[in-house]
């Protein structure tokens, strides 16, 4: 069956320190796969996505995310964290069919 | 950029009673719509594919009597919840794919938070 995992419910980090948030799909081909953050009682923002190509995907805000065909794997980075990135963060995954799959997401606290 | 509206942002409701969440693409048309629902610190699930013209698609275990999809238009699909009861609160989300692009990105609304008393 399809699917997302996110191996880590909460994370947390000092701000300005990096960060690495971890994703891994299966499916029977490499789906699209995609990056949303979500902030309480909000709705989604896409943070970045990949369809094909440079393995590397720059986004908003500062995130990038590497695509690993061999780990099956998408995981999302960032070089330094800020206060505001606080938010809970969903990998997602889709094929030519366009559902989207998400992962369980993982919370992220940043502390001063 | 493309932006999908829900309405209304939250809703409160008597248990028993139906409610109606309204997806609007605001500036493309969709096809094809996605609902989902998404109980408190947990992810989203999909519910059901909105097809303009044709019934919606809906996923094991959710039940297409309770939850009634129209996708009536390329630009509105709605959610009616009929019969709600406590356990049906939580935060739906849809989401739209514009008709005309070829490649893979969709657009989420901004959600509604439903709570039925």
């Known amino acids: 069956a399809q699917s997302v995992t996110q ?21 029977g081909a490499t789906p699209y796969l995609f990056w949303y953050v979500q902030s309480p009682g909000q709705g989604l923002q896409l943070l970045l996505k990949y369809f094909s190509g440079d393995t590397l995907v720059q986004g908003i805000k500062g995130f990038e995310a590497e695509f690993k065909r061999s780990q099956s794997s998408f995981n999302l980075r960032k070089p330094s964290v800020h206060w505001s990135d606080a938010a809970e963060y969903f990998c997602a995954a889709s094929t030519g069919g366009f559902k989207t799959i998400f992962g369980a997401g993982t919370r992220l606290f940043v502390k001063a | 950029g493309a932006v999908v509206s829900q309405h209304p942002s939250w809703v409160i409701c008597k248990s028993g009673t139906s409610v109606k969440i309204e997806c609007r693409s605001l500036d493309f048309q969709a096809t094809t719509m996605f609902w989902y629902r998404q109980f408190p610190k947990q992810s989203l699930m999909l519910m059901a594919t909105s097809n303009e013209g044709s019934k919606a698609t809906y996923e094991q275990g959710v039940e297409k009597d309770k939850f009634l999809i129209n ?27 514009p008709s005309q692009t070829s490649g893979n990105t969709i657009y989420f609304g901004e959600g509604s938070w439903l709570t039925v008393v």
Do not use: K, M, Q
């Open chain 2, 71 to 97: 996708h009536a238009s390329l630009t509105l699909s709605t959610l009616t919840v009929t019969s709600a009861h406590p356990e049906d609160s939580s935060f739906y989300i849809c989401s739209a794919r």
């Open chain 1, 7 to 27: 191996p880590d419910i909460h994370i947390t980090v000092s701000e300005g320190a990096s960060l690495e948030l971890r994703c891994n799909y299966s499916y």
